[in-house]
């Protein structure tokens, strides 16, 4: 078998080596919970998203969504730390680290949010949540009738994060798009002045959804709810 030489031997410790991630915010949540309502306040607060989709009828605002993060998430989640997945977080931490501003990204497979928080210096985060029946609701409206993770699976491990991140906040959609002194105290808390005149009510897509919800969903539910109560004081 033929001998790598120094050269390549450095090049392959270099290439599974993470880069840190000096200075963001993560947004996390599952899809249709108000994610992208959560980017435009931060970006309201002067947070700039490197990101590579634009508006259209369902979020009007735009996604703040970096694709290859996207495809990300997924990739950890299947892999975990793989040479290659490495190689990718490097390349979206890159984007992250510009020098002289706080820049966010968007999660929506929350149990990737792990692998992000191992390498972060200084990561600030953000976690949505909406009611189950009207996320599954509102994403069915949008044609997605399958997605890598349950909302009960990435709500539990959001509870999971929110307990190992203490530079964290939880907030609904509900209170996202009501706004307020609560919304402007939450981020206040992470050291983030956000403008919540920027979410209009109007951007509501599903409401009071009659979808039958299993027992365990309702009760994550509740446990979402204490949590936020819990951040606001």
């Avoid at 968007?106 to 189950?132: D, G, Q, T």
């Avoid at 906040?169 to 402007?184: D, M, Q, R």
């Avoid at 009659?210 to 979402?224: A, C, F, G």
Wanted: positive net charge.
């Amino acid at each position: 078998m033929e001998k790598k030489n120094d050269s390549q031997k450095t090049s392959t410790a270099t290439k599974s080596k993470p880069l840190i991630l000096k200075n963001s915010v993560i947004v996390a949540g599952h899809p249709r919970s108000g994610t992208s309502l959560a980017c435009q306040l931060l970006a309201s607060a002067g947070v700039v998203f490197p990101m590579d989709t634009g508006p259209d009828i369902y979020n009007p605002e735009g996604y703040f969504e970096l694709l290859a993060a996207k495809e990300l998430e997924k990739s950890l989640l299947r892999e975990a730390m793989t040479d290659d997945n490495v190689e990718s977080m490097n390349a979206v931490i890159r984007r992250l680290n510009q020098p002289g501003k706080l820049t966010g990204l968007k999660i929506v497979h929350i149990p990737a949010l792990f692998f992000y928080s191992h390498v972060a210096r200084n990561l600030r985060i953000v976690f949505v949540f909406r009611h189950p029946a009207e996320v599954k609701s509102s994403m069915l409206r949008r044609g997605i009738s399958q997605f890598m993770l349950s909302w009960f699976e990435n709500n539990n491990a959001l509870v999971a994060a929110l307990e190992n991140n203490p530079k964290s906040i939880i907030i609904s959609y509900e209170n996202l798009l009501k706004g307020g002194p609560t919304v402007n105290k939450l981020f206040k808390k992470i050291g983030l002045n956000v403008d919540n005149t920027v979410i209009r009510r109007e951007y509501r897509t599903q409401k009071d959804s009659r979808m039958i919800l299993e027992k365990h969903e309702d009760n994550l539910y509740k446990t979402l709810l204490r949590l936020e109560r819990e951040c606001r004081h």
